[in-house]
T-cell receptor, first 112, second 113 residues
Framework: TQLLEQSPQFLSIQEGENLTVYCNSS?????LQWYRQEPGEGPVLLVT?????EVKKLKRLTFQFGDARKDSSLHITAAQPGDTGLYLC????????????FGKGTTLSVSS | KAGVTQTPRYLIKTRGQQVTLSCSPI?????VSWYQQTPGQGLQFLFE???????NKGNFPGRFSGRQFSNSRSEMNVSTLELGDSALYLC????????????FGPGTRLTVL
């Protein structure tokens, strides 16, 4: 069974601080997606990474896919209260037909 | 392009009842997946439908079932509700499934009393 472990589970920081969220697995994924979910809403896709070693930037968010495609990280620079939410990583299986595997998420709270 | 819509948004049922949830995917998307989200277990995959056929199924009891119509709209049904079925049920659509980018609806919050 493919599993994705996210850490930390909870993060509470002050506005302006930097943070990194990790998503790790012992399995290889063909793609890795990051979502953000706000209370009462469904997850919203932030980015998809597909190539080992790939780095993508979305304003203050930097996403990296591990060289072996088993892990990923999300780094937020100068966090803002609007970044508050549940961050989920999800892995696409290497074989056709495999459903996305989700980590349990990191709950981020940024206070001003 | 309109997003994924789910109805109803909130539902309260009692143990033993059954419930049907509905999902309308993004136009042109043929794959619809259903997930159950709880604080303890996170997002757990229920099943995926593609072109009216169930293509993938997660590890849930037979009380959970679904179907997809020719217009790609999907429904899921939970029979003989249990307290533990209280959760946010999310529907996601994608063009072809199989690990493609999924676009989620806002979910249906089901409370079982």
């Amino acid at each position: 069974t493919q599993l994705l472990e996210q850490s930390p589970q909870f993060l509470s920081i002050q506005e302006g601080e930097n943070l990194t969220v990790y998503c790790n697995s012992s399995s290889v994924f063909s793609s890795l997606q990051w979502y953000r979910q706000e209370p009462g809403e469904g997850p919203v896709l932030l980015v998809t990474v597909v190539t080992g070693g790939e780095v993508k930037k979305l304003k203050r968010l930097t996403f990296q896919f591990g060289d072996a495609r088993k892990d990923s990280s999300l780094h937020i620079t100068a966090a803002q209260p609007g970044d508050t939410g549940l961050y989920l990583c999800a892995g696409g299986g290497p074989q056709a037909g495999t459903a996305l595997i989700f980590g349990k998420g990191t709950t981020l709270s940024v206070s001003s | 392009k309109a997003g994924v819509t789910q109805t109803p948004r909130y539902l309260i049922k009692t143990r033993g009842q059954q419930v049907t949830l509905s999902c309308s995917p993004i136009s042109g998307h043929r794959s619809v997946s259903w997930y159950q989200q709880t604080p303890g277990q996170g997002l757990q995959f229920l099943f995926e439908y593609f072109s009216e056929t169930q293509r993938n199924k997660g590890n849930f009891p037979g009380r959970f079932s679904g179907r997809q119509f020719s217009n790609s709209r999907s429904e899921m049904n939970v029979s003989t509700l249990e307290l533990g079925d209280s959760a946010l049920y999310l529907c996601a659509s994608s063009f072809a499934g199989r690990g493609d980018t999924q676009y989620f609806g806002p979910g249906t919050r089901l409370t079982v009393l």
